[in-house]
Structure formats: structure tokens, C-alpha cells
């Protein structure tokens, strides 16, 4: 026996598959949009941190050649203390005479310096060498302590 | 025997409608995509070329003199403008590999300061596309730029 079965789509059938298709394309989009947004709002973060890490070293390099201009010519049997005070003037920098040690800091926009030490030698001439060169953050976070009482067990 | 037969009452306004409803949403749909696939590309060239201009500056950083220095932006650089600051320019293809295209540019500018006891040199290292970014209209060609200084003491300054 033969039976017909008729199935209708019916009015705005068509329609309401088309929206459904549009919106799930639509939400893959914009999916994909935000994960490529992400990737790019880190690399530019990660570009900013690096662009601010290489002026803080270039400062630093720039205050090293000042501090170099000021050794030149100067007299190894010289006074000390005097040049240890022509030292002291340049800005940012601080002198530790008695242990022949110069000191200075640079710091960027992103929560990061370089600190700088250097060691004073007297030879035939007065001359530098690197003692340290560090990169370190301005402020660490601070974590508040967190007190839990524990149960010290039965007595 | 069962027969299904499809009884399908779209009227034509209606296929006109689902096309236009599609043609609009396909319009911003491609748009999006569009711009997604290009951010992504430019995600990936600012990592790309960081990691270049980072070995780039790291060895000049490394280097004892400002010789050395022109002899290393001699050797890895394509191009040399003899100006003054002097630029060393390298080529990139789309994948960044250098020599085989020419879709990026990276650009190194040293410029020497002949102080008494050493040379300063300020180095600005920046990369670009050839090409604009399709779909993209902020911020252009730059992928990437990066200044600093280096010090090259006569004499002394090594690292104890």
C-alpha cells in the first residue's frame, strides 16, 4: 500500500535557517576576531616592555659615557675626593669614595630599571670597569599575608 | 511503499529576502574574518620581527667596538646608505626569511658621537611592510621600532 507522507517547510522556513546560518557564522567571526585581537594586544605589550627596556639600557649606556668623559685626563695620582666630587655631580649618579664604587639607576615607563655599578681603578690613569648591570622591577606586588587559624588538633 | 514528498511553500519574496538578509550579513561576516585573518598576521609579524631586531641589538650590544660593529651590520645587512646616520637596510619575504623577497623591510640607523674616551652610538631599529596591511587602517606599516645607545669605551669598562 502506498502511503504519502508530505512534510512542509512551510512559510519563513527558509528564513529562520538563514538567520540561524548567519549568526552562527557570524559568532565565528567574531570569535576569531577577539582571539586575533588578543595575539595582537600582547605582542604590542610585549613590544612596548621591550622598546622601554632598550631606552632605559641606552640611558644607561649615556650616563656610563659621561661618567667616562669625566675619568678622561684626569691624574691617577690626582685627588681622590676631587674626583669623586666631579663624579657626584653628574645628575642621578652617587659616589662611594671609600670603597672607590659609582653607582647610578635607570629607569623606564614599564616598571623596570637598570642599576648600575661601577668600580673606580686607579692605574697609570683613572678608568671604570662593570661591576654590575642589573634589570629589575621598580615595585614588586605586594601580597597580603593571609592568616589561617589552623586546628591544632585535640590536647 | 512510503513516499515523502517535499511540499515547500517559499514564496519568492521570501527567497529574495533570505538573500538579501545573507548578501548583507556575508558582507560584514567577510569583513570581520578579513580583518581577524590580517590581525593575526600582524600578531605574528610583531613577534617575528621583535625576535629579529632583539638578536640584531643584542650583538651590537655585544661588541667591542664600533669596527666591529660595521663589520657585523655589513655582513647581515643587504643594503648600506653611506649617509649620515648611516642606515644598513635587510629584506624579508612573507615568511620572514631574509634575501627571498622583498614584503619587509628592516632598517638599522647608527649614528656615532665621538665623545673623548669612547664613541656613543644611538641605534634605531625598526621593521615595516612593503605593503599595507589589507582590511587594517590603524597604524599603518610599522611593525615594530625599538632606540637604544651603546657605549664603546677606548679603553676599560669590561665587565668584572
Known sequence: MNRRTNVSVGMGGTLVVIVFVVLCLMIFAALSFTT???????????QEITADYYYIHGKAEEKLAEISEVLHGL??????????????Q?????????????????????NQKISVTLNIVY????????ESWNLSNIELPVYEDQIIELWEGIE | MN??????????LEIIFSVIIFAAAGIIMLNCF???RFTQIRANDKAAAGAIIQSDIEIIKSLKNPTEMHEFLDDSYDDKSSDNPITYTKYFDEKWVQGRGKDYTVTISVEEENINFG??????????KTKPYPFIKKGGQDVYLVESKKFFPLTGGAYE
Open chain 1, 90 to 110: 653628574i645628575d642621578g649618579v652617587q659616589v662611594d669614595e671609600e670603597n672607590s664604587k659609582v653607582s647610578y639607576e635607570s629607569t623606564g615607563q614599564k
Open chain 2, 119 to 128: 664613541v656613543l652610538v644611538s641605534i634605531s631599529i625598526s621593521a615595516k
Open chain 1, 123 to 130: 692605574e697609570d690613569r683613572v678608568y671604570y670597569e662593570i
Open chain 2, 34 to 36: 578579513g580583518i581577524a
Open chain 1, 36 to 46: 586575533a585581537y588578543s595575539d595582537l594586544k600582547l605582542s604590542n605589550k610585549a
Open chain 1, 75 to 88: 691624574d691617577a695620582v690626582g685627588d681622590k675626593t676631587a674626583i669623586f666630587r666631579k663624579l657626584s
Open chain 2, 3 to 12: 513516499k515523502i514528498s517535499l511540499n515547500s511553500k517559499v514564496s519568492l
